[in-house]
């Protein structure tokens, strides 16, 4: 009898709770229609020729694409963000990797304490701290350089790599390193010989976030680069805002190129990443 009461409970419940989740489900589909219709508008401008009063142009050209290469000097600025990404990549792991051991391996006080001052950076809107630190890069003359662009997406990588790293370090046995210790090893041919080819999928993994973070980094990048030292996203920007005519078309094709560049480095991220792996190891580190 208890059942037979409950199924009817259930079922009012199921139809009190309908609107809500088609409320829901109405709002996310608003939403990607939305974003479809505006990432499809500048494809179809990239490509359009002669568009007038009609929903497509009358002809298709990859002109612009050509345009916008020689007009922006998308090379150099390709250049620049391989650079910048690069260097940010390689000395976030020489150092991310490290501290995540300590941290992974070691307890002293104040251990959460800094854990936590390390997921700042990343838990905080880049502006809020990229002003103060823009200050400081323009005062010893690292900022408007390649050296100002590259220290100021350390400041949230090195953090990423950190909180990236210690979930897989954690998953290896000590008993690993001291049977290695009593064998005769040292810490260097331990962390070399033993841990690297060991934590070489979380190296991976941390590296290509790091590359897709510093590649659609915005904030940072544009308040410490300067004309030499552009990276993509900056240049995208400048020449959406800066004096003169352009043709639009040939805006279009530099942000058709940024966003392809960008999805395939978010499908080659998540190929090696479980997103709610990083979000659930945030949420035990602050609890």
Same mark, same amino acid.
């Given at each position: 009898?208890?059942?037979?009461?409950?199924?009817?409970?259930?079922?009012?419940?199921?139809?009190?709770?309908?609107?809500?989740?088609?409320?829901?489900?109405?709002?996310?589909? +608003? @939403?990607?229609?939305?974003?479809?219709?505006?990432?499809?508008?500048?494809?179809?401008?990239? @490509?359009?020729?002669?568009?007038?009063?009609?929903?497509?142009?009358?002809?298709?050209?990859?002109?612009?694409?050509?345009?916008?290469?020689?007009?922006?000097? /998308?090379? =150099?600025?390709?250049?620049?963000? /391989?650079?910048?990404?690069?260097?940010?990549?390689?000395?976030?792991?020489?150092?991310?990797?490290?501290?995540?051991? $300590?941290?992974?391996?070691?307890? +002293?006080?104040?251990?959460?304490?800094?854990?936590?001052?390390?997921?700042? !950076?990343?838990?905080?809107?880049?502006?809020?701290?990229? &002003?103060?630190? $823009? *200050?400081?890069?323009?005062?010893?003359?690292?900022?408007?350089?390649?050296?100002?662009?590259?220290?100021?997406?350390?400041? !949230?990588?090195?953090? @990423?790599? &950190?909180?990236?790293?210690?979930?897989?370090?954690?998953?290896?046995?000590? %008993?690993?390193?001291?049977?290695?210790?009593?064998?005769?090893?040292?810490?260097?041919?331990?962390?070399?010989?033993? /841990?690297?080819?060991?934590?070489?999928?979380?190296?991976?993994?941390?590296?290509? /976030?790091?590359?897709?973070? *510093?590649?659609?980094?915005?904030?940072?990048? +544009?308040?410490?680069?300067?004309?030499?030292? =552009?990276?993509?996203?900056?240049?995208?920007?400048?020449?959406?805002?800066? $004096?003169?005519?352009?043709?639009?078309?040939?805006?279009?094709?530099? %942000?058709?190129?940024?966003?392809?560049?960008?999805?395939?480095?978010?499908?080659?991220?998540?190929? @090696?990443?479980? !997103?709610?792996?990083?979000?659930?190891?945030?949420?035990?580190? &602050?609890?």
């Amino acid at each position: 009898m208890t059942s037979s009461a409950t199924a009817p409970a259930r079922r009012r419940r199921r139809l009190v709770a309908r609107p809500a989740a088609w409320l829901i489900w109405g709002v996310v589909a +608003f @939403f990607f229609v939305n974003l479809a219709g505006v990432i499809g508008s500048v494809l179809v401008s990239s @490509f359009g020729n002669r568009w007038y009063d009609s929903w497509l142009p009358q002809e298709f050209t990859t002109k612009w694409y050509g345009q916008s290469w020689q007009e922006f000097g /998308l090379f =150099q600025v390709l250049v620049v963000t /391989l650079e910048v990404s690069l260097l940010v990549v390689g000395i976030s792991v020489l150092v991310g990797v490290p501290a995540a051991y $300590a941290l992974a391996r070691r307890s +002293f006080p104040g251990r959460r304490l800094l854990y936590l001052l390390f997921l700042l !950076p990343i838990l905080m809107p880049p502006i809020t701290y990229g &002003i103060p630190l $823009a *200050t400081v890069l323009y005062k010893y003359g690292f900022a408007g350089h390649l050296s100002g662009v590259v220290l100021a997406n350390l400041v !949230p990588s090195v953090p @990423f790599v &950190i909180l990236t790293m210690t979930p897989f370090i954690e998953q290896i046995d000590p %008993a690993v390193e001291r049977a290695a210790r009593m064998c005769g090893a040292g810490t260097r041919q331990i962390f070399v010989r033993i /841990l690297a080819p060991l934590l070489l999928p979380g190296i991976l993994a941390a590296s290509i /976030l790091v590359l897709v973070r *510093t590649v659609g980094m915005f904030e940072l990048t +544009f308040l410490t680069a300067g004309p030499d030292s =552009q990276t993509l996203v900056v240049a995208l920007y400048y020449s959406m805002s800066a $004096a003169g005519i352009r043709a639009q078309q040939s805006i279009d094709a530099m %942000a058709v190129m940024y966003t392809t560049m960008m999805l395939v480095l978010l499908v080659i991220a998540l190929r @090696f990443v479980n !997103p709610t792996q990083l979000v659930a190891r945030v949420r035990e580190d &602050i609890d």
